[in-house]
């Protein structure tokens, strides 16, 4: 048991790293969630109290909806495939591949680029008319679209750009996974004459199912917060098809200059995301409990 002196000591040295998450995490989290019951204009110094009024103006305000619905397919969509890709990705690297060292560089070097060059990069290999992508669709007789001005093609060409930067980071966490599997398992497996998809099915993803719930986590969170790729590749058009929730609060924030309306929105925001992630989490739980 620690003596007093001890803990004495830790509480000094966790003093700073505490001071600086209060400042930068705290601190505005508090401001914010404040100013949401205040009705607060930017060009006018003047705030009023207004209760729960800005919160009941974004429950009631159509586009707050829509923006929840394209952030909800575009985190589904992306999120699913990236895992998917991933999982796969990692496997062919645990097979062996020739140049496996040379192959890990190439897939893992998107997530040096910072979101923000990544959307740059995008928007421009998916220019309709002399992008990169459209280039590739030529040369195969195929007539590629307008990507990030059609309606029907914006936010598939934002999934496709953040599978490309993010998956990488599945690859990653599953491919450690892989290399901390146990060695008996595997070798009881081919003695009872297993098949490869007996031994992944039976074995193998049993030790990934934590993994891959923490991939969930962190991945959902990151895609329900995605800004920078739809800043930089459509500003959340064509009209509001790519306008997702965090776009929605920095339009109403930025360009409407209603802070208190956009505090609300992004404690509302918070919220979700908070129940999102404590289901992954709970999930997550059971499994450790071995309930499923």
């Known amino acids: 048991m620690a003596s007093r002196q001890q803990r004495r000591d830790r509480l000094i040295f ?3 790293s505490m001071t600086v998450l209060a400042v930068i995490l705290v601190y505005p989290l508090a401001y914010s969630l404040g100013l949401s ?7 006018v110094p003047r705030t009023t109290f207004v209760g729960l009024e800005n919160f009941r103006f974004i429950l009631a305000d159509d586009a707050f909806w829509e923006a929840l619905g394209v ?35 190439v897939v893992l070097l998107p997530m040096a680029i910072t979101p923000a060059v990544a959307g740059l990069l995008m928007r421009w ?20 679209p307008g990507w990030t001005g059609d309606p029907a093609w914006a936010l598939w060409s934002i999934i496709l750009a953040d599978v490309w930067q993010n998956t990488p980071f599945v690859i990653l966490v599953v491919y450690a996974g892989l290399q901390s599997v146990p060695v ?13 998809a007996q031994t992944l099915a039976h074995v193998v993803f049993p030790f990934l199912r934590p993994l891959v719930l ?12 995605i800004f920078d790729q739809v800043f930089v590749m459509t500003g959340g058009g064509p009209g509001t098809t790519t306008q997702t929730i965090t776009f929605y609060n920095y339009v109403m924030a930025f360009r409407q200059l209603r802070m208190g309306r956009a505090s609300a929105l992004g404690v509302i ?24």
């Open 184 to 196: 008996e398992p595997l070798e009881a497996a081919m003695v009872d004459g297993a098949s490869r």
């Open 71 to 105: 952030t909800a397919r575009f985190t589904g969509a992306a999120v699913a495939i990236e895992v998917v890709l991933g999982i796969a990705v990692a496997l062919l690297l645990d097979a062996r591949i020739p140049c496996r060292r040379f192959v890990n560089t």
């Open 214 to 225: 923490f991939v969930l986590i962190i991945r959902s969170m990151d895609a329900f917060r």
């Open 37 to 43: 019951f205040y009705n607060y204009y930017l060009p």
């Open 14 to 16: 966790l003093v700073p």
């Open 269 to 292: 925001t918070l919220l979700i995301l908070s129940l999102v992630i404590g289901a992954w989490i709970y999930l997550l739980y059971r499994r450790e409990k071995g309930e499923w």
């Open 125 to 144: 290999m998916f220019e309709s008319n002399w992008g990169l992508v459209n280039y590739f669709l030529g040369l195969a007789g195929v007539r590629g």
